[in-house]
């Protein structure tokens, strides 16, 4: 039996009979006659969506910088909805489904903020952005970054380990070093050109930008500081938020794992052909946004 790639509702990718793929393609198709001109008269204006339950707030990124530990955060806010499933990707790997679909994620939010988190949209292009504003001009985005070296690191170690279910001592250095110069990776560490993009198409103030290390050193403060970003109380009883817990994405749809991390330190041997690739990266960030930036200096 012949086998082919597929990914599933994370992006993420792994062997399907090539025959029930063929069977997907064909779906997807028939999906994307309705979809397309549906979605493109929503993005125009010619459909209202005031009748459609569509998010009023977006996590759009960074990849690996602790964007799951966001989410639970913001699940367990009473004021807050999103959906069990984080990431969906709508803007990215499900473009071929209809507004109603993705509508339907939040249709539970009731009286609470509905929103979603996927750190791919960080990745999208400008003319995609442009869509999503069509649909959602008001909603409230949050981008969280973190020291570009630890974030190629874990990202690395996701791909080329977890992902594929190998040890990371069975990584050899040549597939490490390839990925850390892979435009996949470096792209993604980008964050300048990221918020650049992000602030041409949607107003600055609707654009919060945090960082990874305040998850470590201060959670409390970083999420009084997305609470009041999006506009909800900050008077909470923190005994129900995971903010102290380090939480891991499962892999391949399997749980989320809180209270340990199984991501190891960048290996010393790897630090100085980060820093090679990075640096100039940092240097620029850490001019543009200091508070942030200068801790991530040699």
């Not at 649909?135 to 990202?155: E, G, Y």
């Not at 654009?207 to 050193?217: F, P, Q, R």
Request: no cysteine.
């Amino acid at each position: 039996m012949r086998y082919i790639g597929k990914a599933d509702a994370a992006g993420r990718w792994y062997w399907v009979p090539a025959r029930e793929r063929i069977k997907l393609i064909q779906r997807s198709a028939r999906l994307r006659l309705y979809a397309d001109p549906l979605r493109r008269a929503y993005e125009r204006g010619w459909l209202p969506t005031a009748r459609l339950t569509l998010p009023e707030f977006l996590g759009i990124g960074a990849p690996k910088t602790g964007t799951t530990w966001l989410h639970h955060n913001l699940a367990a806010h009473p004021d807050l909805y999103l959906p069990d499933h984080k990431e969906l990707h709508y803007f990215t790997g499900h473009r071929h489904r209809s507004l109603h679909w993705y509508a339907r994620h939040f249709a539970d939010a009731g009286q609470r903020m509905p929103g979603e988190i996927t750190p791919g949209y960080a990745m999208l292009p400008t003319r995609d952005v442009r869509r999503l504003h069509a649909l959602v001009p008001d909603a409230r985005l949050m981008l969280l970054v973190r020291d570009p070296i630890q974030r190629a690191w874990s990202h690395a170690v996701m791909k080329l380990a977890r992902e594929l279910g190998r040890p990371v001592g069975d990584v050899s250095d040549d597939e490490f070093l390839a990925h850390f110069r892979g435009a996949h990776s470096l792209e993604r560490g980008n964050y300048l050109q990221m918020i650049a993009k992000w602030r041409s198409v949607f107003p600055p103030e609707q654009l919060w930008i945090g960082s990874y290390d305040d998850i470590k050193e201060q959670p409390r403060r970083l999420l009084v500081e997305v609470f009041t970003h999006l506009g909800v109380t900050v008077d909470v009883d923190w005994d129900t938020f995971p903010h102290n817990e380090v939480i891991d994405r499962g892999v391949h749809g399997t749980a989320d794992v809180f209270g340990k991390s199984s991501r190891p330190q960048v290996p010393e041997r790897f630090i100085g052909p980060l820093e090679s690739l990075l640096i100039p990266q940092i240097e620029q960030f850490a001019r543009e946004y200091p508070h942030i930036g200068k801790r991530w200096l040699p």
